[in-house]
């Protein structure tokens, strides 16, 4: 899978579960069924934790500046909003080529991010397995914390 394919796949699927969400708020506010909040919620919640990962292993492939990889975090938070970025991304081609498994001659290829991607690159199925276990751990950790603005669910 390309990087413009992935990142594509996780900004609709981060939409989508904002759909999930709000969803769930109109039927636990609307109609009393808490447990919609409590499900929408958990899927949102995971959703939004793997989209930031990919937004960042996405964007240092593909070279973003700090300020377009955080701007692409921050789209998660609006709704809908990973969409249209997705969609300028592409018209601007910042998610155009295949997956840099090799150091070329670019400055950054000897950066700390870049040697990390190439090891994530070299063994995908560990790095996805690792990928899925750390997002399911903070997960469970803001869990246990309580959602967001405090009280229950």
């Known amino acids: 899978m390309s990087p413009k394919r992935l990142y594509r796949t996780?900004?609709?699927?981060?939409?989508?579960?904002?759909?999930?969400?709000?969803?769930?708020?109109?039927?636990?506010y609307g109609f009393g069924v808490d447990l919609a909040v409590t499900i929408g919620g958990g899927i949102h919640g995971f959703v939004f934790l793997a989209y930031a990962v990919i937004a960042v292993v996405v964007g240092v492939n593909q070279r973003w500046n700090l300020g377009r990889i955080a701007f692409a975090l921050l789209t998660a938070?609006?709704?809908?909003?990973?969409?249209?970025?997705?969609?300028?991304?592409?018209?601007?081609?910042?998610?155009?080529?295949?997956?840099?498994?090799?150091?070329?001659?670019?400055?950054?290829?000897?950066?700390?991010?870049?040697r990390v991607l190439r090891l994530v690159l070299a063994r995908p199925v560990i790095?996805?397995?690792?990928?899925?276990?750390?997002?399911?751990?903070?997960?469970?950790?803001?869990?246990?914390?309580?959602?967001?603005?405090?009280?229950?669910?």
């Open 77 to 114: 938070i609006v709704p809908y909003a990973t969409i249209p970025f997705e969609l300028w991304l592409v018209r601007r081609g910042h998610l155009e080529g295949d997956w840099r498994r090799e150091a070329g001659e670019h400055p950054a290829d000897g950066s700390s991010p870049n």
């Open 10 to 28: 996780f900004a609709i699927a981060e939409a989508i579960t904002w759909t999930l969400l709000i969803a769930g708020m109109v039927l636990k």
């Open 127 to 153: 790095s996805i397995a690792v990928g899925v276990v750390a997002v399911a751990a903070a997960f469970t950790v803001l869990l246990m914390i309580g959602p967001p603005g405090g009280g229950t669910a």
